[in-house]
């Protein structure tokens, strides 16, 4: 199976840490994990990917499992604007799961 | 620079009637993908072009559905007829690369509804 498998919902407090998990227990040793996310009413939006190192960005790190089976996607600082649908892809073949909804509470 | 355009953004059609989306992608991107996304799910891909070519068309109803993207530039998804279960949005997206890595930018979609 190509998808990967995220929890439906998470709740954090604005200004705290998140920590979004996924799994991708099948994935191949060339598949790159990408993170997007969704805000409502408008189309998903790059957040970022790696393959086997941890990543930062602006937005958010990204922290892979030894493995590869499993990865993190973390939001050092959650902000009311974070509230998205977040979306764990396996980049080949690209196919988005439901994904997780994040609820921030000011 | 100028995001990936779509039109319409709404659309409301009755059923067996034709309708068809139009995407702009971001100037010098060579793919482009046609997805699908229904109400509470995540999008689901219906085609992806490399330049003017279809490289994964495998999950486009071919019955109904059909896509082109002439000079591998702005492509158009084509739904004839429609039917009430295609009520959702139309996503698309572009990515300058071909190797399939690259960071997708999307669309703010077309919200089709059939009556």
């Known amino acids: 199976d190509a998808k990967t498998t995220q929890p439906n919902s998470m709740e954090s407090n604005e200004e705290e840490p998140v920590h979004l998990p996924c799994n991708h227990s099948t994935i191949s040793g060339t598949d790159y994990i990408h993170w997007y996310r969704q805000l409502p009413s408008q189309g998903p939006e790059y957040v970022i990917h790696?393959?086997?190192s941890n990543v930062n960005n602006r937005m958010a790190s990204l922290a892979i499992a030894e493995d590869r089976k499993s990865s993190t996607l973390i939001l050092h600082r959650a902000t009311l604007r974070d509230a998205a649908v977040y979306y764990c892809?396996?980049?080949?073949?690209?196919?988005f799961g439901a994904g997780t909804r994040l609820t921030v509470k000011p | 620079e100028a995001g990936v355009v779509q039109s319409p953004r709404y659309k409301i059609i009755e059923k067996k009637q034709p309708v068809a989306f139009w995407c702009n992608p971001i100037?010098?991107?060579?793919?482009l993908y046609w997805y699908l996304q229904n109400l509470g799910q995540g999008p689901e891909l219906l085609i992806r072009?490399?330049?003017?070519?279809?490289?994964?068309d495998s999950q486009l109803p071919k019955d109904r559905f059909s896509a082109e993207r002439l000079k591998g530039v702005d492509s158009t998804l084509k739904i004839q007829p429609a039917e009430l279960g295609d009520s959702a949005v139309y996503l698309c997206?572009?990515?300058?690369?071909?190797?399939?890595?690259?960071?997708?930018?999307f669309g703010p979609g077309t919200r089709l509804t059939v009556l």
């Open positions: 997206a572009s990515s300058r690369g071909l190797a399939g890595n690259d960071e997708q930018f």
């Open positions: 892809i396996r980049r080949r073949p690209m196919r």
């Open positions: 790696g393959l086997t």
């Open positions: 072009y490399e330049n003017e070519e279809a490289v994964d």
């Open positions: 100037s010098g991107h060579n793919t």
